[in-house]
């Protein structure tokens, strides 16, 4: 899937934000009510903070977005109760992923270097909406509470005057030169407050919105109500208080604030006492870094960039939020990004499928490798596990020489079991080995997550709930992995010859090879686009696809490879039998085709029949058997792919 850079004439703009700046030594102090107001330039823009007399411990803060001088009440009994209050300006971006990556950059000065809470409330007045919103969205696990003050929610509504609004026409027509959108475009436009909130909702976070009733010009029925009844739905905890005490001037969008001590209040409630998570940097192994992608990104303004894994991969969550940021890091790069994510799937069918689920449509210049979780769930050895990870990191490299790579080893409640015994799990001690071992980062996601459960920031039961991560746990992943992103690293100096290997067997020639290629079929027979006879499930690309396929006990048929390694990718379903088989006429084994999930599932299924052959040609011969799993209803085998380590 390609994505297009932005449009040629905002390029200037992005520029800007291309490349990591801290704050220019020029800070000025003045006097802001009373207290200290620190004034600098931020990214060649304006930014302050305001200092309480006595910071509360922790340093609580709010965050204003836009019109940081409007109603500033309660930034003034903040104050004087000891929080920070903070502005950058990116005015007159409504939000645009530009702005997003400021806010990103202000938010680490304050936190890293200035120590202050690592969760803000936010606040947004009127178009201040959309940046709140755009941002809290993007970093949920960074925001205590959002004050929205008549928040425009819906750019299509204002300025674009598309409802009941008159709009800004001005306004408008520079959001549409800013996204680099047609006014057709612009309908279908979905980067906006009211959607994808379902992260923020699963971190619980309040939302509180203050709006006139008769707001003319960000009508509330278009904005306000909409978010408000779409977070309610995603489980968010919300509070509506309408102003109607005091004149409702500007076609009713500006309005008195009413009790701004209660507003005060609500933010103090969720900001204080500060809780600090867990370090995210304490999970995350740069190894040789992630220099040369980033560099051909900025240089060569295009980049390739896949997803090899299994159904935590194949389903929507940390991935589009990854290409996401992404895109908008590298906004004048063209990606072509490949999703390889197949359930159920884990180190040993990546390892045969890498050259076509993913060189075959990009040589990637930054893999995403996950199979922890069904290394485990399928068996695979750590030898295997060893064979097949080194063996995608040395076929990368031979083809990209300067590729990056990052491994995530993935939470399950097996590998929450064995970190309470004090054991490293595994699949986790390979992935990190392996990585280790060729300079690819790592990331170990299971033993964050586990960490926090203890820590008391979530449950497993109710926040994360599954190994197929709920959109908090799919959150936890895209922040940490974003944080890896964020580092920044110079370009690498990979060494000119690949390290010795793990393994003398590394899968690291690992092909399909086609079901075609069978000889001497003896009641076994290819058919081009099999499809189960009852009602099963089946996977994407195990189905409607050649396999090989024989169903009565003798079936039989050969096939001749040359290579230092053999296996079979097969669907197993209800009636998946037992084969002997043997190569080179050596002697005969046995292999039961049914797994656990047979009876629920055409469940794609590789098993390597002998991985230490010498290098040369070589035959294999596959019988089915007369007597079958007695759960099984059959003694069907189904081959779709024949997995050969040339």
Not at 129 to 155: F, H, M, Q, T
Request: with cysteine.
């Amino acid at each position: 899937m390609k994505i297009n850079a932005f449009p040629l004439h905002i390029f200037v703009l992005l520029s800007l934000f291309a490349t990591p700046a801290p704050a220019q030594d020029d800070e000025q102090v003045t006097r802001w009510k009373g207290f200290e107001k620190v004034t600098f330039t931020f990214r060649d823009r304006a930014a302050w903070y305001v200092r309480p007399a006595h910071a509360k411990e922790g340093n609580p803060w709010v965050w204003r977005a836009h019109f940081p001088d409007w109603h500033t009440e309660m930034d003034s009994i903040l104050l004087t109760r000891g929080f920070h209050i903070a502005y950058v300006n990116t005015n007159d971006m409504f939000a645009h992923p530009a702005a997003m990556q400021v806010w990103d950059a202000f938010y680490d000065f304050l936190v890293k270097e200035k120590h202050f809470s690592p969760r803000v409330a936010l606040e947004g007045v009127s178009r201040g909406g959309l940046y709140v919103y755009g941002w809290a969205k993007r970093n949920p696990d960074k925001v205590s509470c959002i004050y929205a003050e008549a928040p425009v929610c819906d750019p299509r509504s204002w300025p674009g005057g598309k409802g009941k609004g008159p709009g800004s026409e001005s306004d408008w027509q520079s959001w549409l030169r800013l996204f680099g959108k047609k006014e057709a475009e612009a309908a279908a436009f979905t980067d906006i407050p009211l959607n994808d909130l379902e992260g923020l909702a699963a971190f619980k976070v309040p939302v509180l919105h203050v709006l006139g009733l008769d707001d003319q010009l960000v009508p509330p029925s278009e904005n306000s109500d909409l978010l408000i009844q779409n977070y309610l739905r995603a489980g968010g905890p919300v509070s509506v208080y309408p102003m109607t005490r005091g004149p409702q001037t500007l076609q009713g969008h500006h309005f008195p604030i009413e009790h701004p001590a209660r507003f005060a209040n609500f933010i103090e409630q969720h900001s204080f006492p500060v809780s600090r998570p867990l370090d995210r940097t304490a999970y995350i192994q740069p190894n040789a870094g992630l220099g040369n992608a980033f560099e051909k990104f900025r240089k060569e303004k295009k980049g390739t960039v896949a997803f090899l894994g299994g159904s935590i991969t194949h389903n929507p969550g940390w991935r589009n939020k990854v290409m996401q940021y992404l895109q908008e890091h590298f906004p004048d790069t063209e990606f072509n990004f490949i999703a390889a994510g197949i359930p159920s799937l884990g180190s040993t069918p990546h390892a045969f499928r890498f050259e076509k689920d993913v060189l075959a449509k990009g040589i990637p210049d930054l893999l995403f490798l996950e199979a922890a979780v069904n290394d485990r769930t399928n068996g695979f050895s750590e030898k295997a596990q060893v064979r097949a990870l080194e063996g995608i990191l040395r076929h990368l490299y031979k083809k990209n020489p300067k590729a990056n790579a990052i491994l995530m080893a993935f939470a399950d409640p097996d590998k929450n079991a064995d970190f309470a015994a004090g054991r490293v799990p595994r699949e986790v001690a390979v992935h990190e080995q392996v990585a280790r071992h060729y300079g690819a980062a790592f990331i170990n996601l299971a033993r964050e997550t586990y960490d926090r459960i203890q820590a008391g920031e979530f449950t497993w039961e109710y926040d994360f709930k599954d190994l197929h991560p709920s959109p908090f746990g799919q959150e936890i992943y895209a922040q940490t992995i974003k944080e890896l992103l964020k580092m920044e690293p110079a370009p690498s100096n990979m060494p000119a010859k690949l390290p010795a290997l793990l393994d003398p067997f590394s899968y690291e020639n690992g092909r399909y090879h086609s079901v075609s290629e069978a000889k001497k079929l003896d009641r076994f027979s290819v058919v081009n686009a099999w499809h189960p006879r009852d009602s099963t499930g089946t996977r994407p690309g195990f189905v409607d696809v050649p396999v090989l396929a024989g169903e009565d006990a003798g079936a039989a048929f050969d096939f001749t490879f040359s290579g230092r390694g053999v296996g079979i990718a097969i669907v197993s379903g209800l009636d998946a039998g037992s084969i002997t088989f043997s190569v080179d006429g050596k002697k005969p084994q046995h292999l039961d085709l049914f797994t656990t999930w047979s009876p629920q599932l055409h469940l794609p299924w590789y098993l390597m029949l002998n991985d230490q052959l010498p290098p040369g040609k070589h035959r294999l011969h596959v019988t089915i058997d007369r007597k079958a799993n007695a759960k099984s209803t059959g003694t069907a085998c189904r081959i779709v792919y024949f997995l050969v380590n040339e």
